[in-house]
């Protein structure tokens, strides 16, 4: 069967043009784009006018067009189907609203300029979006982390106890992250926030434009310098993935810890009841499922980063279809770290921690060795030999099951007669972190929340949140 006619007098497809037409046809997912497109054309149309380049007055019915199907796309009443991809449904849906004038919008451009040009403009407003998250997740976390700046628990290497630290010195550590994410959501800003629009198919275009105004319209604060460059330029959509990626493993990171200490071995933090789920056959059973699914969920979003690197590898100048694959794993990094964001802060901002389990983890065991070792450094000894000593009084305790904290000034001084009666306060959990003053160290975490909080202000001026897209 081939092109049948049907009522009305559109040709029927044949199921291969059905199938090519599944396969080949971006429609379904580049809709999202329609905003951005039609900025794009609005801006484009304009110029076009202002150069003379098309009539002022087809320039005017293609912007009030245009804006007639952004509200009614906006409102629903307008449904995305039936054309090949966001571009030509739009194109079409223009024409058949104004009539001839709508031939006219895509004089001096090609969808290889264009349709970067939407997807710079999306990734400038995605970028933009998660830092106002992370921002958020921030400022959440600050609080946390000042009301519990004085709560003793243990920080830990290889997973085995270390030295004491204070809950508000292990949140800010996770802050310390964010801020870096932010970062690179900001430079994934800039490399998205330059102009294409112009460069047409690949060689620019014979028609007198006017690039600036085109990229003025659309907020961009610059314009590609190299046409061949600029229609198969994908870096700003890697750019941003890989920041998706690399905040996407912060979250993970955070959630395997409060995955493991909601368990009774620790005991740290009891999610609120929202963040948790039962079991379908134990009843006794609150599983963290939400820290669960995005530890998971970093999995397709380093996916999505696989994707665009292997996309993009080997690929000749300059546009070729397999870059219509770009926009799918640039949605799906973007949806998955907003939602991941998003319950992540208010999982963090309702959960529940247990200052008492956590300092009974600091006492009773050996994180004061590091500080045993210090104080005798402080009374003469050099560091190798105070790490021997204390050495053989962490064996000493282990043979008689005691902990550090178990031993009286006396025991201590039959090691060394380095020893005096001042031991037993040092290796009191709350003077090991008081002690450490340096800068960033455990007892600097009011400075380190002030810090915090200066830095996400300096990044929060930087570009991406105060332009408009
Ligand atoms: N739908 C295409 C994409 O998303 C638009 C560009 C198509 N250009 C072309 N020459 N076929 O990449």
């Given amino acids: 069967?081939?092109?049948?006619?049907?009522?009305?007098?559109?040709?029927?497809?044949?199921?291969?043009?059905?199938?090519?037409?599944?396969?080949?046809?971006?429609?379904?997912?580049?809709?999202?784009?329609?905003?951005?497109?039609?900025?794009?054309?609005?801006?484009?149309?304009?110029?076009?006018?202002l150069e003379g380049i098309i009539d002022k007055k087809d320039s005017i019915a293609i912007i009030n067009g245009l804006s007639s199907i952004l509200s009614d796309i906006d409102e629903g009443v307008l449904k995305l189907h039936g054309a090949e991809d966001i571009h030509m449904f739009i194109e079409a849906e223009l024409t058949s609203r104004i009539g001839d004038a709508g031939k006219k919008l895509h004089t001096a451009r090609s969808r290889n300029d264009q349709s970067v040009t939407g997807l710079r403009l999306y990734v400038r407003d995605a970028a933009s979006g998660l830092k106002a998250r992370l921002t958020g997740l921030i400022s959440v976390l600050c609080k946390i982390a000042d009301e519990y700046s004085p709560a003793l628990m243990p920080g830990y290497t290889h997973m085995q106890r270390a030295q004491p630290v204070t809950l508000g010195h292990h949140l800010c550590a996770y802050c310390e992250m964010f801020l870096r994410d932010i970062h690179r959501f900001n430079n994934s800003f800039i490399s998205a926030d330059c102009c294409p629009l112009g460069s047409g198919a690949l060689a620019g275009t014979t028609f007198p434009i006017d690039r600036e105004v085109t990229a003025h319209e659309m907020g961009f604060s610059g314009l590609s310098a190299n046409s061949m460059d600029a229609v198969s330029d994908r870096d700003f959509c890697i750019d941003f993935v890989s920041a998706c990626a690399v905040t996407m493993m912060h979250?993970?990171?955070?959630?395997?810890?409060?995955?493991?200490?909601?368990?009774?071995?620790?005991?740290?933090?009891?999610?609120?009841?929202?963040?948790?789920?039962?079991?379908?056959?134990?009843?006794?059973?609150?599983?963290?499922?939400?820290?669960?699914?995005?530890?998971?969920?970093?999995?397709?979003?380093?996916?999505?980063?696989?994707?665009?690197?292997?996309?993009?590898?080997?690929?000749?100048?300059?546009?070729?279809?397999?870059?219509?694959?770009?926009?799918?794993?640039?949605?799906?990094?973007?949806?998955?770290?907003?939602?991941?964001?998003?319950?992540?802060?208010?999982?963090?901002?309702?959960?529940?921690?247990?200052?008492?389990?956590?300092?009974?983890?600091?006492?009773?065991?050996?994180?004061?060795?590091?500080?045993?070792?210090?104080?005798?450094?402080?009374?003469?000894?050099?560091?190798?030999?105070?790490?021997?000593?204390?050495?053989?009084?962490?064996?000493?305790?282990?043979?008689?099951?005691?902990?550090?904290?178990?031993?009286?000034?006396?025991?201590?001084?039959?090691?060394?007669?380095?020893?005096?009666?001042?031991?037993?306060?040092?290796?009191?959990?709350?003077?090991?972190?008081?002690?450490?003053?340096v800068i960033g160290g455990a007892a600097d975490v009011k400075q380190n929340i002030r810090s915090i909080v200066a830095r996400l202000e300096h990044l929060g001026r930087m570009t991406g949140q105060a332009r408009k897209a």
């Fill in 1 to 49: 069967m081939k092109n049948v006619l049907k009522n009305d007098g559109q040709k029927e497809k044949t199921p291969a043009e059905r199938l090519i037409s599944r396969f080949n046809d971006s429609l379904p997912f580049d809709k999202r784009l329609y905003k951005y497109d039609i900025a794009g054309s609005i801006a484009h149309a304009k110029m076009l006018g």
């Fill in 251 to 437: 979250l993970s990171r955070f959630c395997e810890e409060l995955i493991l200490w909601s368990g009774a071995e620790f005991g740290f933090v009891k999610m609120a009841d929202e963040y948790t789920t039962g079991s379908s056959m134990m009843p006794q059973k609150r599983n963290p499922d939400m820290a669960e699914l995005i530890r998971g969920k970093t999995g397709r979003v380093y996916g999505s980063l696989t994707a665009l690197l292997t996309m993009m590898k080997g690929l000749p100048l300059t546009y070729n279809k397999d870059m219509q694959e770009d926009k799918e794993a640039v949605f799906n990094a973007h949806d998955t770290l907003d939602i991941c964001l998003a319950v992540f802060s208010g999982m963090i901002a309702t959960a529940k921690f247990d200052t008492g389990k956590m300092k009974a983890a600091v006492t009773g065991g050996f994180m004061a060795a590091t500080d045993i070792a210090d104080y005798l450094v402080k009374k003469g000894a050099a560091f190798r030999d105070a790490y021997h000593i204390t050495k053989e009084i962490v064996g000493y305790c282990e043979k008689n099951n005691l902990g550090l904290a178990g031993l009286s000034a006396a025991d201590f001084s039959r090691f060394s007669p380095l020893f005096g009666s001042d031991i037993t306060d040092a290796v009191k959990p709350e003077n090991m972190v008081k002690n450490r003053a």
